[in-house]
């Protein structure tokens, strides 16, 4: 009789048993372009400390195109081809460096994950490597992709490898040879080419001394010309009319600033030199894919000055920046104008360098890791966008250990290291922004330009941004956005000169909104992402929003000044509490006699919170969260003998104001990084708009008692005919 067999319920061990092709996968999938390949092998002769690394590219426009990347570093002995070089994956540099075990040179290994040595798969299907270690013979490895992916499994795929006498490396030489044929992307055109040079010369940080030596070269023996007449980037550097280097350890700033001056206008130049102070940090906000403000990234209230924690396991952050000017007036006055402009193209943004040795791929054109294009978008006047600044930021390879690169050699893991890094680059580039601007105001107030409000007409500049969305299909989605714009400006403007508004406020305004929409301009005819472009657009709309908002001027009537600093307060009593500072108050003191003017209440109301909303912020800027009690404390009050009328006194005990009255009063001007500067502004807007004026008084002047040595303010009332 036959019996059925119960199946087995033995467990099997099982390996893994991967494809011949996972190799050339991960050169092929990992490495995004040919020339990030090549940018990989030459940071692999820097781990194996080389001096020099010479990249050719042989043979283009014939059948039978070549790679070869030579180097002088330390070669490979047959035991380490064995051992490491066919072992995916090794971590022997991983644990050399987590070891801080130095090279020779005092070099920290770049490489981490054991795969960059795949990038010569990304770039051809044959591969001859000839290496040399000290006192070993020369070792020779060939590689034909097209009969290796050929086997099933990769223990079945083999390679040659033979040792010989040395026929590359003579004498006492060593170092590795790569050469690379049947290639992949056969075509190499002379922009591929001079893109190719601009990396492997950038691969070294021009900006910083090394104490060792590494350099590059690349050669095109039978195309000499398309390497030939690239620019001198120092030489092109000393034109930056702008000159800003920083460094941020232990919850410090460090800061130097130079404007150099502009040919042909006559301001001159100025120089600040080496401060010290806090660096004030830009809180983030949540943006969906259509750029819409989703609030901040989190309801708990964040630190607004840094201390020693934003760069743990970042280490010191070191920063150059070199800043130009694109108004065509001033690259005229700098010479060959088309040459800065191509310059800037290629190597505008801002890269990264750790042990001087460059972070791929920020500061490639289309990086914007930093956000600086959007940042620009909403104060265009004031912040740099990626084609004017050419930067560098340095990092120690040893001390920011909590940035990782990622596996396919484009930045770093986006982590919580990640995002400190960006908020101390942005915090430094907002002082750097801030100074510049300074000077950008002086050289239009020399050039005049700007100053004639009722010739503003955006209407040129608007029609041009709808041009360039009907060429590239993007009507239907800016133009209402558009329309909205010239809706709300042209509301704007009527409103300011109906007022009789200050004429430079308008026309600062128009200029303001003119470079955004230029901004915006560039990004439709730059190919920027659908996606991009609308953010950009709702950019645009929302600042003119704001300006409408206000100008909806509202009713005037008989209004207590008494009882509008007690909603002020009432209003504020959370912010208060929660931020710790001390109010006081005489005016609200049962036997102050109150004081009446026209006004309109709201405004008013939006006006005084917008100066205790500046005092909130600047008092933690002074005064940090970490102090045992907290010294904070504003004062308010009424001082009814101001020659102009009475007056709501707003006083502190924060930094104060280190601008002169004239500056503060001026739209797109703050110190603060993520401020929009309109808030002083739109006070004294305000004020105008009802008789009165924003003003500065010193403490003295104002009455204001010991113990608020910060910022002093005053929102003057006229005389009115009520008192």
Request: proline fraction near 5%; charge should be neutral; include cysteine.
């Amino acid at each position: 009789m036959a019996t059925t067999r119960k199946p087995s319920d033995d467990s099997l061990k099982l390996p893994f048993r991967p494809r011949a092709r996972l190799l050339q996968l991960l050169g092929d999938q990992l490495i995004g372009t040919p020339r990030l390949a090549v940018f990989e092998l030459v940071k692999n002769a820097y781990d194996a400390d080389a001096e020099t690394v010479t990249v050719t590219l042989k043979g283009l426009r014939t059948a039978s195109p070549t790679i070869v990347v030579e180097d002088d570093g330390d070669g490979m002995a047959l035991s380490t081809i064995r051992d490491i070089w066919l072992v995916p994956a090794h971590d022997h540099r991983e644990l050399q460096r987590k070891a801080l075990k130095r090279t020779r040179l005092n070099r920290l290994p770049l490489g981490e994950k054991g795969l960059g040595r795949f990038a010569v798969h990304k770039l051809g299907d044959r591969i001859e490597l000839v290496t040399r270690a000290k006192g070993q013979p020369e070792c020779v490895v060939h590689i034909d992709w097209s009969a290796l992916i050929e086997k099933q499994f990769l223990s079945e795929a083999v390679v040659n490898v033979q040792t010989r006498s040395p026929e590359v490396f003579k004498g006492a030489k060593t170092g590795t040879k790569l050469t690379i044929s049947e290639l992949r992307e056969a075509t190499w055109t002379r922009g591929e080419v001079r893109r190719l040079l601009r990396q492997i010369t950038s691969i070294a940080s021009p900006f910083t001394d090394r104490s060792d030596r590494f350099e590059t070269e690349l050669k095109v023996p039978d195309h000499p010309d398309w390497v030939a007449g690239v620019p001198d980037v120092d030489v092109l550097l000393k034109r930056a009319p702008w000159y800003f280097r920083f460094s941020f350890e232990d919850g410090q700033l460090e800061w130097s600033y130079e404007f150099r001056g502009v040919t042909g206008i006559k301001l001159a130049p100025r120089k600040i030199p080496d401060r010290t102070g806090v660096l004030l940090i830009a809180q983030e906000r949540d943006t969906d894919v259509y750029g819409t403000d989703q609030g901040t990234k989190s309801a708990k209230p964040k630190r607004i000055t840094a201390d020693a924690s934003l760069s743990n396991g970042i280490g010191m952050v070191k920063g150059e920046f070199y800043v130009f000017d694109r108004d065509h007036d001033i690259l005229t006055k700098l010479g060959d104008s088309q040459l800065v402009q191509n310059f800037l193209d290629e190597s505008g943004g801002v890269r990264v360098y750790r042990d001087s040795i460059r972070v791929y791929n920020y500061g490639e054109p289309g990086d914007d890791w930093l956000g600086l294009d959007l940042r620009r978008v909403n104060t265009p006047t004031r912040n740099i966008s990626r084609n004017i600044v050419v930067g560098a930021i340095d990092l120690s390879l040893e001390q920011s250990h909590q940035l990782t690169e990622k596996t396919n050699r484009e930045g770093f893991v986006e982590n919580d290291a990640y995002r400190r890094l960006r908020q101390i680059v942005l915090g430094a580039l907002a002082v750097l922004e801030v100074e510049r601007k300074i000077d950008k105001d002086n050289i239009r107030a020399l050039t005049g330009k700007g100053h004639d409000p009722e010739a503003a007409n955006i209407a040129q500049p608007l029609q041009a941004l709808r041009d360039a969305a009907k060429k590239h299909r993007l009507s239907q989605e800016l133009d209402p956005l558009i329309n909205k714009a010239e809706k709300n400006y042209n509301e704007m403007r009527d409103t300011m000169l109906r007022a009789g508004l200050s004429g430079m406020g308008l026309a600062i305004v128009f200029h303001e909104i003119e470079q955004g929409v230029r901004v915006l301009h560039d990004a439709i005819e730059g190919g920027r992402s659908r996606e991009a472009v609308q953010v950009q657009a709702r950019e645009l709309v929302r600042i003119l929003d704001g300006f409408s908002e206000l100008l909806r001027k509202g009713e005037q009537r008989p209004n207590s000044i008494k009882h509008l600093i007690k909603r002020a307060r009432d209003i504020n009593r959370v912010r208060f509490r929660n931020h710790e500072v001390k109010f006081v108050c005489p005016a609200l003191e049962d036997d102050v006699p109150d004081i009446e003017r026209n006004f309109a209440f709201g405004l008013l109301l939006g006006a005084l919170n917008n100066l205790l909303d500046n005092a909130f912020y600047w008092l933690q800027v002074r005064w940090p969260d970490d102090q045992e009690k907290s010294p904070r404390k504003l004062y308010i009050n009424i001082e009814k003998d101001f020659a102009e009328g009475p007056a709501i006194i707003i006083a502190d005990n924060g930094p104060g104001f280190q601008d002169d009255p004239e500056r503060l009063r001026r739209p797109f001007f703050s110190r603060r990084p993520d401020g929009m500067g309109v808030g002083l502004y739109y006070t004294n807007m305000v004020m105008e708009l009802n008789g009165g004026r924003l003003a500065f008084p010193d403490a003295e002047e104002a009455n204001v008692p010991e113990g608020f040595d910060g910022a002093v303010l005053a929102l003057v009332f006229g005389k009115g005919d009520k008192n």
